[in-house]
């Protein structure tokens, strides 16, 4: 299969993986932001590692990713319902901290501006007679 096609079918799982994941009833998931933010199959559709964002929830995104790979036989059986396609890759659900640490960043930053003086904007300067 294509590159193009491989990206093609890997964004079209993604798609489908997030609406049953939103249908699951599994009081892990409760509460929070969960977001997919990745999806990777492998070239002969025998793997699929999900990357997932878990914000805003006190025990951290562990028990939340647990419950999708716990969940993940579920999905299979889904997208391969969903998508028509004979083989459906396993899925592999692990955590992505890259929102977690662009945040982090963020706060980094902005507590190097906290410390620095403002300039002062030439035309705010008054002139000594």
């Not at 969960?34 to 951290?60: C, E, H, I, N, Q």
């Not at 990713?65 to 396609?85: C, D, F, P, Q």
Request: charged content about 30%; glycine content about 8%; overall charge neutral.
């Amino acid at each position: 299969m294509s590159e193009k096609n491989m990206g093609r079918l890997a964004q079209d799982m993604k798609r489908e993986v997030i609406a049953i994941i939103g249908r699951l009833k599994d009081p892990r998931l409760e509460g929070g932001l969960l977001t997919v933010t990745r999806l990777d199959v492998t070239p002969d559709l025998d793997v699929a590692k999900v990357y997932v964002s878990v914000m805003g929830r006190p025990d951290g995104p562990a028990p939340a990713v647990a419950a999708l790979n716990r969940a993940a036989g579920h999905v299979r059986t889904e997208v391969s319902r969903k998508m028509h396609i004979r083989k459906a890759p396993r899925f592999i659900f692990v955590e992505d901290d890259g929102a977690a640490y662009a945040a982090h960043i963020n706060e980094l930053l902005k507590e190097l501006n906290v410390g620095e003086t403002r300039e002062q904007d030439p035309q705010n300067e008054q002139t000594g007679d």
